[in-house]
């Protein structure tokens, strides 16, 4: 017996027995609460497996995956064809693309702020720097305050693409390190704006958007963004480097299920289901 248990001791030692699984899961701070709220839930009814979940932005995420350090990437952007061919290089895989819910990219203002409501010509005016005065966007006349996230950020490259067409961000935004920050910041400034997920929009306004000026102006609702009436939604993703298999596999049908999906409301986004 005493022989068995040592066998059983030495096995455990260097590793030939099952101490569980781990998942990891890195990238998007826009999908960092939705993680954490999936990883404890799943943990709760799953006591043998570990998810450990970090931020860093999408890109962060994104080059973990190409570099084999982290299961699950979170991208709150598509992977574009030479982060996917990066991928193809070291693994011979273009990586699996999950969509896990959908966001209204929201753009928050302060409280006290009078403006209910922009066109996407007036949002991208404002952050190229051509318009620099709230009075020329039905607001006060104060210079506007422009808070946004850093380059590795998958919101800054959505709304980049989406919003400004491609063109540059004006050189006097102030880069945040998450969406957190840009809310804490538009809230404690009357005269700030930002962009970032809706679920963080808390102690700020949001503002409705219009496709143009002749459009009517949503607000990033569910029925809104389900019925593609607000003009700047996405999908959220996870990102593997192959099929999933295993607990990576359980884990993602979960999140995917009515339960996980359930956790996706919970936290202020929009169910894929």
């Keep these: 017996m005493k022989k068995i248990i040592l066998l059983l001791a030495v096995l455990a030692t260097f590793g030939f027995m099952q101490q569980g699984e781990t998942i990891t899961m890195k990238g998007s701070d826009t999908m960092v609460i939705l993680a954490q709220r999936w990883a404890e839930v799943y943990m709760s009814k799953h006591p043998g497996t570990v998810i450990q979940v970090t931020g860093g932005g999408s890109g962060t995420g994104i080059s973990a995956l190409i570099n084999g350090t982290t299961d699950i990437c979170n991208s709150s952007r598509p992977m574009k064809k030479t982060e996917k061919e990066k991928l193809r290089m070291r693994f011979n895989s273009l990586g699996v693309e999950i969509k896990a819910a959908k966001d209204g990219l929201a753009v928050y203002v302060n409280e006290t702020n009078p403006v209910q409501e922009l066109t996407i010509a007036q949002i991208k005016a404002i952050y190229t720097g051509k318009t620099t005065n709230w009075k020329d966007v039905c607001g006060p006349d104060a210079k506007i305050i422009l808070y946004g ?125």
């Design 149 to 273: 996230r850093e380059n590795n950020s998958g919101t800054y490259v959505y709304f980049k693409d989406n919003v400004l067409e491609g063109d540059d961000y004006v050189s006097t935004m102030q880069s945040m390190p998450g969406t957190a920050a840009v809310v804490n910041a538009v809230a404690k400034d009357k005269y700030g704006i930002g962009y970032g997920g809706v679920a963080y929009a808390q102690g700020i306004k949001v503002v409705k958007v219009k496709k143009d000026s002749n459009a009517p102006a949503y607000e990033p609702s569910e029925g809104n963004v389900k019925a593609d009436k607000y003009p700047v939604s996405r999908f959220l993703y996870m990102y593997t480097r192959s099929r999933p298999t295993g607990a990576v596999k359980d884990f993602i049908d979960w999140t995917l299920s009515n339960e996980g999906q359930e956790i996706v409301k919970e936290v202020k986004y929009f169910p894929v289901r």
